[in-house]
């Protein structure tokens, strides 16, 4: 049966067996019928207690954590519904007017960490198939919108008590229902753009699409000013600029801070009488000038109300949350390039010859990723590895890397070990692992016959293939001490004759696809980075470099 533990108090996982529920009298029955209803209409699982008795007497009760219910049913005496969360869960419940009874259940919050839950689960005996199983039934909502499809569920009941319920209020419940669900549909189609790598630009236009379709206006904007997130989208003729429509705001604003401003029956003349009414949310309050998701203007001349503004304010978190997300990305991102480039700083400063060549492989490879459209994360990852891709040759003695006579076997088998170090070096270190494959692989040949693991064609990693071909360009390329770079033609013959034997074929034609681009590309770098008078001043040793090279 239903065990309570310490019901009064701090109770209990609940262990749901049928057999042993009680089972519930007559006029329960008809309150557990009306809840069935409210099951429907709000999509929320409701089980009923019996406060006085300490049991349930319906509904499904088998949850991740021990909660303590006793506080829910304490405030439950004082108010109709209550939504608590905790640990990643939310904790939910309604009062049953008239009777000792209360109805509630558990869903998972919607930014809850899954493994956090997965310990609480298995800690009360949840098997792996089981947890994921309850998850997939109870996930993706918000403490605010547990909250309002509980009030909606609470007015059928109190209605029913009280014996008002009328068609007119049942439809006006279920028309607020209904645009409770647009906005979680909304949230969870919108969640698909929440990375770090998509732009909030794209968020924004994809958000105002959506909102203008549910809430049938004719104008939407987005208008974007925080730290270095600042942008505009405007739908719509609004007949003012963004910069307009954003002063104007402010003004209404007048200095206050409310979550939502609604007006109607405007009379503006900022835009020639344009605006009938309007719902507007500041985004980030804190800032002296706050962005705005704004909404105007209904097809159907209605009023803007709740409904649209608490829609705003949601999807309106939900920009605030991606934009942060994304600074808190780019912040990270910027690191872990500097840290990066003090790495490759410590590589020139031992091999003075190959200065710039890291900088200038992670440029072409990074051209060559955006011409074959590869993810925009994924181009970044190339350009970082490229960076890094010889950074094993740290490991490298100076009399080795320096020698200017040719290499012995034992120096070159020395030498042809730098990908492995670089490996090696870096899988020490989280947050450069995704850059691994292109330090490893990045000698590897398309025809199997590269080093160290001969791997062959495309299970060579991607970002190996691209780096092998912008490493072997800048090494044929660029001058060595002991010969001037090949010429342009002659690099670009050997790139051609080698596709499907060294290289990739499908990279080798995004080189030549690109080619005059990257031209421009390498020539910068090279000027940048190796300006003449240093070049000239530069001692001639050969670089290990020269291993890399077809010829
Ligand atoms: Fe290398």
């Not at 401003?261 to 804190?286: K, Q």
């Not at 070159?412 to 292109?438: D, Y």
């Not at 080189?511 to 001043?537: C, G, K």
Request: overall charge negative; hydrophobic content about 40%; glycine content about 8%.
């Amino acid at each position: 049966m239903f065990t309570f533990e310490e019901f009064s108090g701090s109770t209990a996982i609940l262990h749901d067996d049928p057999q042993g529920r009680r089972r519930p009298d007559r006029g329960q029955l008809q309150h557990i019928e009306l809840l069935g209803r409210c099951e429907e209409l709000t999509g929320l699982s409701l089980s009923v207690i019996d406060t006085d008795l300490g049991q349930f007497i319906s509904g499904p009760c088998s949850h991740l954590a021990r909660f303590h219910l006793g506080p829910l049913i304490q405030t439950l005496q004082k108010a109709s519904v209550h939504v608590a969360t905790e640990r990643g869960l939310i904790l939910y419940g309604l009062q049953i007017p008239g009777t000792p009874l209360i109805a509630g259940g558990v869903l998972v919050n919607d930014n809850a960490l899954i493994p956090e839950l997965e310990d609480q689960a298995a800690q009360n005996g949840f098997t792996q198939e089981s947890f994921t199983s309850w998850v997939t039934r109870h996930s993706g909502i918000r403490p605010d919108v547990a909250r309002r499809l509980l009030d909606s569920a609470q007015q059928i009941m109190a209605q029913h008590a009280t014996g008002t319920e009328s068609v007119q209020t049942r439809d006006a419940v279920v028309h607020q229902l209904g645009q409770i669900y647009e906005e979680v549909t909304l949230i969870q189609d919108l969640s698909q753009y929440l990375r770090p790598d998509v732009d909030p630009l794209i968020l924004m236009e994809a958000v105002l699409e959506r909102i203008e379709l549910i809430t049938g206006v004719e104008l939407g904007a987005i208008c974007l000013q925080h730290a270095g997130n600042k942008g505009t989208c405007l739908n719509g003729d609004w007949g003012m600029s963004a910069s307009d429509l954003q002063r104007w705001l402010n003004q209404e604003l007048g200095g206050r801070s409310p979550h939502i401003l609604v007006r109607n029956n405007l009379r503006t003349e900022h835009n020639g009488g344009r605006l009938r009414c309007i719902a507007a949310v500041p985004l980030f309050v804190e800032d002296a000038d706050p962005s705005w998701i704004v909404i105007a203007n209904t097809k159907d001349r209605r009023e803007l109300g709740t409904e649209e503004a608490n829609l705003l304010r949601s999807v309106g978190s939900i920009i605030a949350a991606q934009i942060r997300v994304v600074e808190l990305f780019r912040e990270q991102d910027t690191m872990v390039l500097a840290f990066i480039r003090s790495l490759v700083a410590s590589l020139d400063a031992k091999d003075s010859y190959t200065r710039g060549h890291s900088e200038r492989v992670a440029l072409v490879a990074e051209r060559i990723a955006r011409q074959m459209q590869l993810p925009e994360p994924e181009v970044r990852t190339i350009f970082q590895s490229g960076l890094l891709h010889d950074l094993g040759k740290i490991g490298v003695s100076d009399a080795v890397l320096q020698k200017s006579e040719s290499l012995s076997p034992e120096e070159f088998h020395l030498i042809a070990k730098h990908p492995e170090v670089g490996h090696q070096i870096l899988s020490e270190l989280r947050n450069l692992s995704t850059l691994l494959p292109g330090v490893r692989h990045h000698h590897e040949r398309f025809d199997g016959r590269g080093y160290p693991d001969q791997l062959a064609g495309k299970s060579i990693p991607r970002m190996a293939r691209i780096l092998a071909v912008a490493d072997s360009f800048d090494a044929m390329g660029s001058n060595r001490p002991y010969r001037s770079g090949k010429p342009i033609e002659v690099v670009e013959r050997i790139l051609a004759e080698g596709a499907g034997k060294q290289w990739d074929p499908d990279v080798i034609q995004a080189y030549f696809d690109a080619r005059l681009d990257i031209h421009r590309i390498w020539n910068q770098a090279l000027e940048r980075m190796n300006p003449p008078e240093s070049t000239s001043r530069q001692t001639s040793v050969p670089s290990a470099l020269v291993i890399a090279m077809p010829d």
